[in-house]
T-cell receptor, first 112, second 112 residues
Framework: QKEVEQNSGPLSVPEGAIASLNCTYSDRGSQSFFWYRQYSGKSPELIMS????GDQEDGRFTAQLNKASQYVSLLIRDSQPSDSATYLC????????????FGSGTKLNVKP | DGGITQSPKYLFRKEGQNVTLSCEQNLNHDAMYWYRQDPGQGLRLIYYSQIVNDFQKGDIAEGYSVSREKKESFPLTVTSAQKNPTAFYLC???????????FGQGTRLTVV
């Protein structure tokens, strides 16, 4: 069974700070990695995708990938109370990279 | 508007009943997925399909069945064999390859 591990949190940061969310995965063969944000009672929405080692930036969000260490992270700069949500790490696996596996999510609380 | 539509939003099942959750997409995606989410948990893969008339079991397929007779439709039946069906069910689709997963709004199923 493939595994995607995340710290469940909650992670609490003050407004304006940097939030750092981490994820590890069990299979070196995976090629695509995603961060989703999920508000309570809602469906996940995509925040970032990353496919190669290094950093990928989009506005206040930066995804970091280290395939050798099997590690993906998400940095949220200038955190806002509206960023308070659960963040899910997803990894694409399968013979044809056709299965998305999700971590259990990290709950982020941004305090005003 | 393009997207994924799940219905109903809320569903109540009596003990011993089969119920069917609908999932329709107009994104022309080849791959479709069903996930189950329990409170405070991540998403667990029930079934997935890459092409019409073909589908594969995920990690928790027992007590569930699916069909893929049309590209745009992937209904999930929760059978009476599923002993603990109360959960949030999410349908997703993907264009395949390394593409991201798009989610519907979810169906919350409760056993009464």
């Amino acid at each position: 069974q493939k595994e995607v591990e995340q710290n469940s949190g909650p992670l609490s940061v003050p407004e304006g700070a940097i939030a750092s969310l981490n994820c590890t995965y069990s299979d070196r063969g995976s090629q695509s990695f995603f961060w989703y944000r999920q508000y309570s009672g809602k469906s996940p929405e995509l925040i970032m995708s990353i496919y190669s080692n290094g950093d990928q930036e989009d506005g206040r969000f930066t995804a970091q990938l280290n395939k050798a260490s099997q590690y993906v992270s998400l940095l949220i700069r200038d955190s806002q109370p509206s960023d308070s949500a659960t963040y899910l790490c997803a990894v694409l696996w399968g013979d044809n990279f056709n299965k998305f596996y999700f971590g259990s999510g990290t709950k982020l609380n941004v305090k005003p | 508007d393009g997207g994924i539509t799940q219905s109903p939003k809320y569903l109540f099942r009596k003990e011993g009943q089969n119920v069917t959750l609908s999932c329709e997409q107009n994104l022309n995606h080849d791959a479709m997925y069903w996930y189950r989410q329990d409170p405070g948990q991540g998403l667990r893969l029930i079934y997935y399909s890459q092409i019409v008339n073909d589908f594969q079991k995920g990690d928790i397929a027992e007590g569930y069945s699916v069909s893929r007779e049309k590209k745009e439709s992937f209904p999930l039946t929760v059978t009476s064999a599923q002993k603990n069906p109360t959960a949030f069910y999410l349908c997703a689709s993907s264009p395949g390859g390394a593409g991201r997963a798009f989610f519907g709004q979810g169906t919350r199923l409760t056993v009464v």
